[in-house]
């Protein structure tokens, strides 16, 4: 999947994808170079199925400022 970076607010880029809709990516997962009008491909890789309970947890974790 492609994309162009929109512009970089608060650490996170924000990646707007060729198929549409948009992707937000901390900057510490860019490449260095990667700066607004780059563009960029995102690769997605299934690595395993979740617990629904597992993923629910996360979800809340998340929610009250954890990080993964």
């Given at each position: 999947m492609r994309g162009v970076i929109d512009r970089v607010?608060?650490?996170v880029a924000v990646i707007l994808l060729e198929?549409?809709?948009r992707a937000y990516i901390?900057?510490?997962h860019l490449?260095?170079?990667a700066r607004a009008g780059a563009l960029v491909r995102l690769d997605l890789a299934?690595?395993?199925q979740a617990n629904p309970a597992e993923v629910a947890g996360l979800i809340e974790h998340l929610r009250h400022?954890?990080?993964l």
């Amino acid at each position: 999947m492609r994309g162009v970076i929109d512009r970089v607010t608060d650490g996170v880029a924000v990646i707007l994808l060729e198929a549409g809709g948009r992707a937000y990516i901390p900057v510490e997962h860019l490449p260095p170079d990667a700066r607004a009008g780059a563009l960029v491909r995102l690769d997605l890789a299934v690595e395993g199925q979740a617990n629904p309970a597992e993923v629910a947890g996360l979800i809340e974790h998340l929610r009250h400022g954890g990080q993964l």
